[in-house]
């Protein structure tokens, strides 16, 4: 148990879907994350929020919109995906948005797209 | 823009022997440095990290690295190696001011351990 919990674990979807993803951390923390892992490439980061706030989008596709509605819970809402967004998509939290706090991660969404 | 680099993309030792992971990074400054597991289907455990201080820290699971800013290097090792152990290694860096905790990582080295 790393208390940061996703769901779902696995999830198939259609290039016309729309799907959500729900990270909820029990940590306390006050900054969240998504990162992306495909096969053979680096973890990459997608978007941080801190105290609600969005400080970073690393020039993801609007196709992913993410939404914060308290420092708690992070959603990634999906529509209009493409293959190659097939991935695990990783949410993280961390006490704050300072680079010296540790980044505690969930499993991850095994995100298939058809 | 920093960057990370694992130059060995799988590793396969025997149960009880040493390990060492080797993990560069190129950065402005002395970032911040990590070292993360993921065992399969599973998400990514801190096992250490560094971010000012003594170079050699120590982490979970016997596991310790050593920072070396003459050669930008914060290598993983582990004096003898345990079954459970196999799994993926992720080293990363975040920066050393602002920008928030934003890690880069390094592509992974998979661990097989031969019993």
């Known amino acids: 148990e790393t208390g940061v919990t996703q769901t779902p674990r696995h999830l198939v979807m259609g290039m016309t879907n729309k799907k959500s993803l729900k990270c909820e951390q029990h940590l306390g923390h006050n900054a969240m994350y998504w990162y992306k892992q495909s096969a053979k490439k680096p973890l990459e980061l997608m978007f941080v929020?801190?105290?609600?706030?969005?400080?970073e989008n690393n020039s993801v596709p609007s196709r992913f919109s993410p939404e914060c509605p308290n420092s708690s819970h992070l959603f990634l809402h999906l529509h209009t995906l493409q293959p190659e967004d097939s991935a695990l998509y990783l949410c993280a939290s961390s006490q704050d948005g300072t680079g010296n706090t540790e980044a505690f991660f969930g499993q991850g969404t095994r995100l298939t797209v058809v | 823009a920093q960057s990370v680099t694992q130059p060995d993309i799988h590793i396969t030792v025997s149960e009880g022997a040493s390990l060492e992971l080797r993990c560069n990074y190129s950065?402005?400054?002395?970032?911040?440095l990590f070292w993360y597991v993921q065992s399969p289907g599973q998400g990514l455990q801190l096992l250490l990290k560094y971010f000012s201080g003594d170079t050699l820290v120590q982490g979970i699971k016997g596991f310790e690295a050593e920072f070396k800013r003459s050669q930008s290097s914060f290598n993983l090792r582990k004096p003898s190696v345990h079954w459970s152990d196999a799994a993926e290694y992720f080293c990363?860096?975040?920066?050393?001011?602002?920008?928030?905790?934003?890690?880069?990582f390094g592509t992974g080295t998979q661990l097989k351990v031969e019993l």
């Open positions: 990363a860096v975040a920066p050393y001011t602002g920008g928030g905790n934003k890690l880069t």
């Open positions: 929020y801190n105290f609600k706030e969005q400080t």
């Open positions: 950065y402005g400054a002395t970032p911040y």
